[in-house]
Each structure stands twice: as C-alpha cells, then as structure tokens.
C-alpha cells in the first residue's frame, strides 16, 4: 500500500467536501420543488425518490397516450374490489341519487357535490390505458369532470401540495401531487364507453389518473381533502399504499 | 499452434515483473461485481413479479378476458388469474417492485460508471472490440470450430479475450442491457407519457413487458454460460484475476 501524499490527501478531502454539500444542495432544491415522495422513509425511499424525482422532472405537464377508438378493449376486465362499507350498499339501493363526494382541507368553499352536480359541471373524456401493478392492462373511455375544476371551483389554496381521495372502500385511500391533481386527463370519472360507470369498475364516482397505475385510480370516491402535508392521514406516507407495502408515486 | 506459441508476452512479464498489469482494471472489477448483485436482485424481485399475472400478450393491451401470447405453468400470487392450480401464492409484489427499480437505478448507475471508464481507457476497444483481422464471421466460425474439437487452450487467451467472447460481451454491453432498460422504461405509465415512442416502437406496453422477459432470459443464459466457461478454465484463478486483478505467474504456465 502506498503512503497518501498530503496532495491526494487535500483533492480528497475537497472532493469529498464537494459532494457532500452537492447532496445537501440537491435535497433542498428537491424539497422546494417537491421532488421526495411522502413515502421517502419507507425501506426503499432511495429508489423511490430518484424514480419520482426524475419522473416529475421529465413528466410535469406530459400528456398520457390516448387511443384511437378501434384499440378499445372489447371485454375490459373489473378487478376485484375489497369489503365495501355498509354506506355504499344504502346509496346503491337508491340508485346513488343520495351520492356525495365532499372537498374540503384547504379550500376557500368545502364542497358537498351530487353526481348531478359533478355531471353539470365541465366534461372532458379520453381512451386511456388503465395499467395494473400486477401486469395486466386494458383500454376504455373514461368519461368525467376534470378534478382541477372542482378544485378550482372549492377555492384550493396556492399552499396546497397534495390532494387525498378517499373511498366507501374502507381500507383504500390515496394522494397525488398538485401536478397530477391539476393534470387535464385527470378525472372525477363518471361515465365508462358511452355510459355510466358501471359498479364493478367504480362506479359511480372513481378516480382516473392516466400516469399512474391502476390502483391510484380509486373507486368509489366519497371525499377529496387538500392539504400541504401528508402528517395526520394515515401513517403519514401519503396513502394506504405505503402501509401495504407499495410505492405512494405509481408512474412506473 | 497452441503448443508452439511464442511466449512473448509472459516471458516479458517473467523478465520485468513492474511491467506486469493486473488482469482486470480496478474499475472493471468494481462495476463487475455491483453488477452481478444489482442482477440477480433483479432476477429474484422480476420472477416474482411475474408471478403476481404469469401470462404474456402481444401489443398495447393484455388481462384475463384476451388470449395470451404464452403462459407460464405456474400459481399466481392473484386470485384473479387463472392458472389452473388450486392455490394463490402469497403476495410479494410490494417490496418486489420497490427493490426491483431500487436495483435498476444501481444497475444503471454502475452502468454507466462502466461505461464512461471504458470508454476513456481504451476497455472496449482494447479488450473488447474484435482485432481489425477477425472482425468477421470465419473468425468467429473458427473460434466456435476450436471448442468444438476441445483443442489445447490458445496461451494468448491467458492474457485476453478471444473473439466470441468479445462478441458476446460487447453484444451484452451494448445490445442486451440497453435493451432491458429500454423494455423495463417502456412499461412506466409516467415515463410513456413523456416519451410515447420509446413504448410504440416496441408494438406496445404488452409487447414492451414480453420483450422484458425474453431479454432477462437471454441475460440469465449468458450468465449460466459465463459461470460455465469461468469454471472450466480456472476457477479460483479467474475468480482472483476478478476480484483483487492478480494472476500468479507460475499459474500462467
């Protein structure tokens, strides 16, 4: 082993020096430009982070293909839904003429909409891929009021950084940043291939984001909260999904 | 010719032992070994992804109500897939695809460790690109030709690499990995949105998640033939050569 030459020793040294204030420089820039996922904590946080980061970075205001009406999947498979609450078998009943899907956290106005309040609001529809985790994949139009006008609508704060949704599905809530929140193709969806959405694929009300995985396209929506931080819902790491094991941000 | 080899090179190595280089460069054992641990963690986290839809489709879209390219005879990890077993293995898919992107930022952080230094140290076209006369089918049919008839091994092999082993590590290097990043990038939602081509030119996410699969295939089969080929010429040696780039010249002989 060579003797280290006090020359080596000071490049070293500053090197050293270099990168770790470039890390410590990195992470404020990240943190101030909302580049670390809530779920940064978890045991593979370094993964996720550099995946997020990167992918907000390079995806901020991309669009999700959308398709050409002859790629529409001719039998769309429903996954199967978990335990639904007793609340949603009422309102199933009554035709879910009684739904609600309530805003509120930080918004000028909190918001209790009906599906015909949703339904008289903006329009927008696209034939998107919905994605599953596990591999599987089909193509359908995906019918519903764009969730950045409801938003707008209740008055979102400029503070807010994350919009929670939650569901009759007890054991399944989950976030998005502002940029999928205020993404045009994300919907409050209420229609599916020309008609309502039927109940086996969320319907009445479901979330659709298109570039994200299927399960942050939660069915069964009862209430929208926004807010500037993540502590307080749940464990804190942004949605039911950490809790269980899976990544918070699901674009890959 | 085996036997009547000018030992040129060693002797000179013998005559002047501050001439003698390491087998391998530093740089080239480092990224080495990261390599194979991001791999196989790879290999392990991607076969149980599979498990959770062991069915593979051809174009954009592929679920349990289309026909499927091919399937795997295995149970599934999802109760929704039918696999013709009676039971559902448990799910694994959570920490499988967390520690499956974890290792492939590893993999293309290593990577790319590798490739800057090689190309700024001559690596691949020193040790890797075929020599200006064999950069052509003959010479690789005569190499293949050799092992075939188990020859005496060629003394210059000792030191380098013969032309079907430049071949196939340049064609790992630059056609495989690069191809498992693109196919494994082409599956993410986000990153489609971004980069629509990288998925269509591929015939879609289906076909992008297929191709995935055969490609990990293909690095799985050179894996068990490099370990092959390592075993059969020299264990411990080329193990040691790998990992502190020493090579004993009485075992040169």
């Known amino acids: 082993m060579k003797p280290i030459s006090r020359r080596k020793l000071i490049t070293t040294g500053l090197a050293a020096a270099a990168g770790l204030s470039g890390l410590a420089a990195a992470d404020q820039i990240a943190r101030r430009y909302g580049l670390i996922p809530p779920d940064s904590g978890c045991d593979f946080g370094a993964g996720e982070t550099l995946t997020y980061a990167v992918q907000r970075l390079l995806t901020r205001h991309s669009l999700a293909r959308e398709f050409p009406r002859s790629m529409m999947s001719k039998m769309p498979f429903a996954n199967e839904v978990g335990p639904l609450d007793a609340a949603f078998h009422q309102l199933q009943a009554g035709g879910f003429s009684n739904w609600r899907l309530k805003v509120d956290g930080l918004v000028a106005h909190p918001l209790s909409l009906s599906m015909a309040d949703l339904r008289s609001m903006s329009m927008r529809n696209h034939i998107t891929e919905v994605s599953c985790e596990e591999g599987w994949s089909y193509i359908a139009e995906w019918i519903g009021t764009p969730l950045s006008d409801v938003l707008r609508e209740a008055g979102a704060s400029p503070q807010a950084r994350y919009v929670v949704y939650f569901s009759h599905q007890s054991d399944w809530w989950e976030s998005m940043d502002m940029a999928d929140a205020l993404h045009p193709q994300t919907l409050l969806t209420w229609g599916m291939n020309d008609g309502d959405l039927p109940v086996g694929f969320g319907g009445p009300l479901r979330m659709r984001l298109t570039r994200q995985l299927g399960y942050k396209s939660v069915k069964y929506l009862t209430r929208l909260t926004v807010t500037d931080s993540m502590k307080g819902f749940g464990k804190g790491l942004g949605s039911a999904s950490p809790e269980a094991g899976y990544a918070w941000y699901a674009g890959i | ?253």
């Open chain 2, 1 to 253: 010719m085996a036997g009547t080899v000018a030992p040129t090179k060693l002797q000179a190595s013998i005559a002047s032992p501050a001439a003698k280089a390491p087998r391998h460069a530093g740089f080239v054992r480092f990224t080495h070994w990261l390599t194979l641990v991001c791999f196989l963690l790879l290999l392990v986290t991607g076969i149980e992804i599979v498990i959770s839809h062991p069915r593979f489709y051809w174009g954009e879209t592929g679920n349990v109500n289309m026909a499927p390219l091919f399937s795997l005879h295995i149970p599934a990890s999802r109760n929704t897939v039918p696999t013709g077993y009676g039971y559902v293995m448990p799910d694994q898919n959570g920490w499988s695809r967390a520690l499956h992107f974890e290792s492939a930022w590893a993999l293309v952080i290593v990577g790319a460790i590798y490739l800057i230094a090689g190309f700024w140290t001559g690596h691949f076209r020193r040790n890797l690109l075929p020599e200006r006369g064999s950069r052509n089918l003959g010479a690789h049919l005569a190499r293949f030709g050799a092992y075939m008839r188990r020859g005496p091994r060629n003394q210059d092999e000792l030191d380098s690499y013969n032309v079907l082993q430049r071949t196939t590590y340049l064609s790992v290097i630059f056609i495989l990995f690069p191809m498992i990043i693109w196919t494994g990038l082409a599956m993410s939602t986000a990153f489609d949105s971004a980069f629509p081509f990288a998925v269509d030119a591929l015939g879609g996410r289906q076909s992008a998640r297929t191709l995935h699969f055969f490609i990990s295939g293909a690095l799985v089969l050179f894996l068990i033939v490099h370990v092959i080929m390592v075993a059969v010429s020299g264990f411990w040696r080329r193990m040691r050569a790998m990992i502190t780039g020493g090579v004993r010249l009485k075992e040169q002989q």
